[in-house]
């Protein structure tokens, strides 16, 4: 037991000691600090203290600093759990304390000691085994005509159970503000997800923040109800929530009939609401679950069905949370049906205007690619193709409308009709480009939404073992010549398609050997490297280095798997390999 009156004071007097005062502790304040008394200017320093009246029982104390001994009433010994015969000393009192706390009482009691005055502290006392009760003790400190503390005196009052509201305030303002954030997490999770998929798992994850441990969204349709996504729920426990039976209530039609949730906390009350699910919610790990109607902008959809593995009161603001999770759910599904109806006109749409199946043409081994951008609407004007042309010479073209929407999409179509046209009727392939370039400017008669594009047009003539290659602001195609580096073909480029009406453009012809391998792809290949195109044209060349004895279909794979593609950057990406193959022997 810490003895504070074995200290000696500085004037040469006993008790509680120390040549310099320390500093109090947040539950302990002098006259003067914040939220301490201050003195009455009429009440002098050696008047006695008098308690004011209140509703509160407060008992009296009045403590003999030089030999510890405490004048009280039975009131203050009861508060601090001491038997009204006990010894009235200042050690008795000190026992009750936690050990915990005693270096800092014993601190702070010195401190208002030698500081005089007014005083306020809070403290712990023990009320039982791992219980306590909280006191505040108020009052003043008197002295000798010397100056010396002599006596303290004051009252102590039980502070119990407005503490106990404080700290449950303080809780419910931890739990709201934990709420609330869980809450924005939980939102800013379904807003990001676009697939139903990442919906369930943004749903699991937020859901258990608040409990719970399942959930299934189960649908309202003309044969009955059906789980149409699901998490943590077995499909024994579905079947079961979802038999419907004639004449006999069930937790998920009750919460659709009615269109409000149904709440149910206990397995006891699941039994006693709808008995044909006792034997189901036995065998189960929830016991206590949520059905919620949800709905979207057409009307109700639905219900969904929540599962927590342990009882739940469900108060006031957590059915008002889980209303909240539904909702939120149900328009992130709304929002996932309609991306994927449109993800799904855009892929036909797309497929549609691409070559159907492997392109094959006579003397070549070819392998094409398409990848669709990473972000916005997954439909583009990137496109290729292969047309095998009169005399056994075959062209292979790519080309690029400006961005990927549907009007790209359109106008890809209309430009890789023509340019199959123009190359069917004999034309070389500067006549085809210069042709198709006047057209595209017919097509962009509204200057507000013109667009050009970008086209790469190849002959390759596998008798004679020449390529004819003319460009229209499109990037120059690869050649990998059997035991030789990849390169560039050195070629004018002319203007895009669509820019200038006169614009003319130029053809190179150049001899290659069999086994070479032509690669040509759009620039959605080339500047995927945080859009520094000679990087990405380094980087694309490196991935040739093996074109020659490849396969190229894998080698097509490859080059695109190691595309590092960003938000900021995303473009659609169209590739073309094709190896002169070896004449045939006779």
Same mark, same amino acid.
């Given at each position: 037991?810490?003895?504070?009156?074995?200290?000696?004071?500085?004037?040469?007097?006993?008790?509680?000691?120390?040549?310099?005062?320390?500093?109090?502790?947040?539950?302990?304040?002098?006259?003067?600090?914040?939220?301490?008394?201050?003195?009455?200017?009429?009440?002098?320093?050696?008047?006695?203290?008098?308690?004011?009246?209140?509703?509160?029982?407060?008992?009296?104390?009045?403590?003999?600093?030089?030999?510890?001994?405490?004048?009280?009433?039975?009131?203050?010994?009861?508060?601090?759990?001491?038997?009204?015969?006990?010894?009235?000393?200042?050690?008795?009192?000190?026992?009750?304390?936690?050990?915990?706390?005693?270096?800092?009482?014993?601190?702070?009691?010195?401190?208002?000691?030698?500081?005089?005055?007014?005083?306020?502290?809070?403290?712990?006392?023990?009320?039982?085994?791992?219980?306590?009760?909280?006191?505040?003790?108020?009052?003043?400190?008197?002295?000798?005509?010397?100056?010396?503390?002599?006596?303290?005196?004051?009252?102590?009052?039980?502070?119990?159970?407005?503490?106990?509201?404080?700290?449950?305030?303080?809780?419910?303002?931890?739990?709201?503000?934990?709420?609330?954030?869980?809450?924005?997490?939980?939102?800013?999770?379904?807003?990001?997800?676009?697939?139903?998929?990442?919906?369930?798992?943004?749903?699991? /994850?937020? %859901? !258990?923040? $608040? @409990?719970?441990?399942?959930? =299934?969204?189960?649908?309202?349709?003309? &044969?009955? *109800?059906?789980?149409?996504?699901?998490?943590?729920?077995?499909?024994?426990?579905?079947?079961?929530?979802?038999?419907?039976?004639?004449?006999?209530?069930?937790?998920?039609?009750?919460?659709?009939?009615?269109?409000?949730?149904?709440?149910?906390?206990?397995?006891?009350?699941?039994?006693?609401?709808?008995?044909?699910?006792?034997?189901?919610?036995?065998?189960?790990?929830?016991?206590?679950?949520?059905?919620?109607?949800?709905?979207?902008?057409?009307?109700?959809?639905?219900?969904?069905?929540?599962?927590? /593995?342990? %009882? !739940?009161? $469900? @108060?006031?603001?957590?059915? =008002?949370?889980?209303?909240?999770?539904? &909702?939120? *759910?149900?328009?992130?599904?709304?929002?996932?049906?309609?991306?994927?109806?449109?993800?799904?006109?855009?892929?036909?749409?797309?497929?549609?205007?691409?070559?159907?199946?492997?392109?094959?043409?006579?003397?070549?081994?070819?392998?094409?690619?398409?990848?669709?951008?990473?972000?916005?609407?997954?439909?583009?004007?990137?496109?290729?193709?292969?047309?095998?042309?009169?005399?056994?010479?075959?062209?292979?073209?790519?080309?690029?409308?400006?961005?990927?929407?549907?009007?790209?999409?359109?106008?890809?179509?209309? %430009?890789?009709?023509?340019?199959?046209?123009?190359?069917?009727?004999?034309?070389?392939?500067?006549?085809? *480009?210069?042709?198709?370039?006047?057209?595209?400017?017919?097509?962009?008669?509204?200057?507000?939404?013109?667009?050009?594009?970008?086209?790469?047009?190849?002959?390759?003539?596998?008798?004679?073992?020449?390529?004819?290659?003319?460009?229209?602001?499109?990037?120059?195609?690869?050649?990998?010549?059997?035991?030789?580096?990849?390169?560039?073909?050195?070629?004018?480029?002319?203007?895009?398609?669509?820019?200038?009406?006169?614009?003319?453009?130029?053809?190179?012809?150049?001899?290659?050997?069999?086994?070479?391998?032509?690669?040509?792809?759009?620039?959605?290949?080339?500047?995927?490297?945080?859009?520094?195109?000679?990087?990405?044209?380094?980087?694309?060349?490196?991935?040739?280095?093996?074109?020659?004895?490849?396969?190229?279909?894998?080698?097509?794979?490859?080059?695109?798997?190691?595309?590092?593609?960003?938000?900021?950057?995303?473009?659609?990406?169209?590739?073309?390999?094709?190896?002169?193959?070896?004449?045939?022997?006779?």
């Amino acid at each position: 037991m810490t003895d504070i009156r074995s200290l000696s004071w500085p004037n040469g007097g006993e008790g509680i000691a120390g040549s310099a005062t320390p500093a109090l502790p947040s539950h302990a304040r002098r006259t003067g600090e914040p939220g301490a008394k201050d003195p009455g200017t009429e009440e002098s320093s050696n008047s006695p203290f008098q308690p004011s009246a209140g509703p509160v029982q407060a008992g009296f104390f009045c403590w003999d600093v030089a030999t510890g001994e405490i004048n009280c009433d039975p009131l203050t010994f009861s508060l601090h759990g001491l038997p009204e015969d006990g010894p009235p000393h200042l050690d008795s009192f000190l026992s009750r304390i936690p050990e915990s706390d005693l270096p800092e009482f014993v601190v702070a009691l010195q401190s208002m000691v030698e500081s005089g005055g007014d005083y306020q502290i809070a403290y712990r006392v023990a009320a039982g085994e791992g219980v306590w009760r909280s006191l505040e003790a108020r009052g003043r400190v008197l002295a000798d005509s010397a100056g010396v503390p002599t006596t303290m005196v004051g009252v102590v009052m039980d502070t119990t159970a407005a503490h106990e509201r404080q700290e449950a305030e303080r809780r419910g303002f931890h739990e709201g503000a934990t709420r609330n954030r869980r809450m924005q997490q939980l939102t800013a999770a379904l807003a990001a997800a676009v697939t139903v998929k990442d919906i369930v798992a943004a749903t699991q /994850a937020g %859901l !258990q923040d $608040f @409990g719970a441990d399942g959930f =299934a969204v189960v649908a309202s349709l003309p &044969g009955g *109800l059906s789980a149409v996504a699901s998490c943590g729920y077995y499909d024994e426990e579905l079947a079961a929530v979802c038999d419907v039976r004639p004449g006999v209530r069930s937790l998920l039609q009750d919460a659709l009939a009615r269109q409000a949730p149904v709440f149910v906390a206990s397995v006891t009350e699941l039994a006693a609401a709808y008995p044909q699910l006792a034997q189901a919610a036995e065998s189960s790990r929830r016991r206590a679950w949520a059905a919620i109607p949800m709905a979207d902008s057409r009307g109700p959809t639905g219900v969904c069905l929540m599962g927590f /593995a342990s %009882l !739940q009161e $469900f @108060g006031p603001e957590e059915r =008002a949370l889980l209303v909240a999770v539904a &909702g939120l *759910l149900a328009q992130s599904l709304e929002r996932a049906r309609m991306y994927e109806a449109q993800q799904a006109l855009a892929t036909e749409l797309q497929r549609g205007m691409l070559p159907p199946g492997p392109l094959s043409a006579p003397g070549l081994t070819i392998a094409a690619r398409y990848q669709a951008a990473t972000s916005g609407m997954w439909i583009g004007g990137d496109w290729y193709d292969a047309i095998c042309l009169p005399g056994g010479a075959v062209a292979l073209v790519i080309g690029d409308v400006q961005g990927h929407s549907v009007p790209a999409a359109s106008l890809m179509g209309k %430009l890789r009709t023509a340019v199959r046209a123009y190359a069917c009727e004999g034309h070389g392939p500067a006549a085809v *480009l210069t042709r198709t370039n006047r057209l595209l400017v017919e097509f962009d008669t509204d200057p507000d939404r013109a667009m050009f594009a970008t086209c790469c047009y190849l002959v390759i003539d596998p008798a004679e073992g020449t390529v004819e290659a003319c460009t229209a602001g499109h990037p120059a195609p690869a050649l990998v010549a059997p035991g030789e580096p990849p390169r560039l073909l050195d070629i004018t480029s002319g203007l895009p398609l669509g820019v200038d009406p006169q614009a003319r453009y130029a053809t190179k012809l150049t001899h290659i050997r069999p086994g070479s391998v032509l690669a040509v792809t759009t620039d959605g290949l080339l500047e995927a490297a945080e859009g520094d195109i000679d990087a990405g044209i380094e980087a694309f060349l490196a991935g040739l280095e093996r074109a020659t004895t490849a396969d190229l279909e894998v080698l097509a794979d490859e080059l695109l798997a190691g595309v590092r593609r960003t938000p900021r950057h995303s473009d659609d990406i169209a590739l073309l390999l094709a190896r002169l193959n070896a004449p045939a022997a006779h």
